[in-house]
């Protein structure tokens, strides 16, 4: 499994930015997909999930302007940041979660930089 994020950039405080990480997979079946970040001298703190089912959650610092949902048929996970601060400069990471067959795997994008300064 092969995950590649893009959509990060330099965006000034209030902007958005739209995340997308698209997994490149083979007998491999996707639960949940998540992102991540992980801000300097700071440790990974989950973002957003979404189950396969289309069930969402949130940390608390994001809620109510970020917002994430997948396309199951291009195992693509999009995360939409509006009204970004500072304190979201980060690096984003995406991850996945699922099975082949019964043998539960996760795994790791390689990160994009969203950086929000004026």
């Known amino acids: 499994v092969q995950l590649q994020a893009s959509g990060g950039g330099l965006v000034q405080p209030g902007g958005s930015l739209r995340l997308s990480c698209a997994a490149s997979?083979?007998?491999?079946?996707?639960?949940?997909m998540y992102w991540y970040r992980q801000a300097p001298g700071k440790q990974r703190e989950l973002v957003a999930g979404?189950?396969?089912?289309?069930?969402?959650d949130y940390r608390d610092a994001v809620k109510g302007r970020f917002t994430i949902s997948r396309d199951n048929a291009k195992n693509t996970v999009y995360l939409q940041m509006n009204s970004l601060n500072t304190e979201d400069t980060a690096v984003h990471l995406c991850?996945?979660?699922?099975?082949?067959?019964?043998?539960?795997?996760?795994?790791w994008g390689q990160g994009t930089q969203v950086t929000v300064s004026s």
């Open positions: 991850n996945v979660d699922g099975y082949y067959s019964t043998v539960y795997r996760s795994y």
């Open positions: 997979i083979s007998d491999y079946r996707i639960n949940g």
């Open positions: 979404i189950t396969s089912g289309g069930r969402t």
